[in-house]
């Protein structure tokens, strides 16, 4: 039971890290070169937290 908490732990450590950096190599410079509206950026970056935080709530439906 414990291993396989620990397993879907990193897994969802992994899917997060994808995500985090996704958005940072994809948003930033666009919005850096002004290819992308500021106000833009945040909306994306705000969706971006709730993603993470919702992916790593589906631990907690695994107990």
């Known amino acids: 039971m414990a291993l ?3 397993r879907q732990t990193l897994r969802v450590i992994h899917q997060n890290l994808f ?5 940072n190599a994809a ?3 666009l919005a850096a ?3 992308f509206s500021p106000l833009l950026s945040a909306a994306a970056m705000g969706l971006s937290d709730v993603i993470v935080i ?3 709530l ?3 439906r695994k107990r």
């Open 4 to 6: 396989e908490l620990s």
């Open 27 to 29: 948003f930033v410079p």
């Open 58 to 60: 589906r631990l907690a």
């Open 19 to 23: 995500w985090a950096f996704f958005y």
């Open 33 to 35: 070169l002004g290819l």
């Open 54 to 56: 919702g992916n790593a």
